[in-house]
């Protein structure tokens, strides 16, 4: 039971919480070892109350997932966990979480509340309306980036991080509804109800909407943020990033292989070295320029 507990938690989909990273990194506070202890601590929290909502969420849709080719696998839908001891894990994190997310700072506790309320409006009916579902989505890892700022003392983080977040999220959560409706094909609506809601021509014109408009974000954060260097060599990162765009596309429209985007970065060889190369480049301009 216990392995069935940490499976259902999904340790692979805490990749997404490095957003609580941002604030750290790109306010330039990465070597400041309070900011740094902070931000690991407000990681691993955020990664428990997004653990709670992938428990509540598995309960809520056990009855659908069990018709769904992947997702039958899943402890609840197999039988390898009760649901009474899903509702025991997911009650004993939020109850641990939230009381020490206040500790380490009441802003931090606040968004984290907020995150998990949220989502289980989310869970409960926001889920089966077209478009607000990916919204929420993205909703949720721009919550990640504010909670990285309550953690630190911030000095001048550039709001422009905040509309590439809200940009990248939603073209990956557009990708990924793509993804899903290609991988289920004509039975889709029955595995998750949302999917009737969508046709994949529409979701082609919202990728491509969203892709452009975070491209040119992003290209604009670089050289108008407060606290980058004056030669703009932030610009520099901008063709890393656009071929993370570019290649999550291809995975997309290709291989069909993007339903996960944590999963994307767990095992797209080329993405993990563009998004290390992007990251490299980042530290580079930022504390060694």
């Known amino acids: 039971m216990f392995t069935a507990i940490i499976k259902i938690m999904r340790p692979r ?37 997004s653990s709670a909502v992938y428990i509540i969420n598995d309960i809520e849709d056990i009855e659908a997932d069990r018709q769904h080719p992947h997702k ?45 309320v949220m989502n289980l409006l989310y869970t409960k009916w926001l889920k089966h309306v077209p478009i607000v579902d990916v919204m929420i989505i993205a909703a949720g890892f721009v919550l990640r980036v504010g909670a990285g700022v309550t953690l630190i003392e911030v000095e001048r983080f550039s709001p422009w991080l905040y509309v590439v977040t809200t940009l990248l999220s939603l073209y ?56 980058l260097p004056s030669n703009h060599a932030m610009m520099l990162t901008i063709p890393f990033f656009v071929y993370i765009i570019f290649r999550y596309l291809y995975l997309i429209n290709v291989t069909n292989a993007a339903g996960a985007p944590d999963e994307v970065l767990l095992t797209d060889r080329p993405m993990q070295i563009s998004i290390v190369l992007w990251g490299l480049g980042i530290l580079a301009i930022f504390y060694f320029s």
Do not use: M
């Open 13 to 49: 989909q805490w990749t997404k919480n490095g957003f609580v990273f941002f604030a750290l990194v790109f306010d330039k506070q990465l070597f400041r070892l309070d900011a740094l202890l902070h931000t690991i601590g407000g990681f691993l929290l955020f990664s428990l109350i």
């Open 72 to 116: 039958k696998k899943r402890p609840l839908p197999s039988g390898q966990l009760p649901v009474r001891a899903a509702w025991v894990a997911a009650t004993v994190l939020v109850c641990t979480v939230l009381p020490l997310g206040y500790l380490l700072a009441p802003q931090f506790a606040l968004v984290l509340a907020t995150y998990f």
């Open 172 to 227: 990956l959560g557009f990708g990924k509804r793509r993804a899903e409706l290609a991988l289920l094909a004509t039975g889709a609506g029955s595995h998750r109800k949302v999917l009737e809601g969508y046709t994949i021509p529409l979701l082609d014109q919202y990728i491509t909407i969203v892709s452009a408009t975070t491209i040119v974000a992003y290209s604009l954060y670089t050289f108008s943020a407060p606290n």
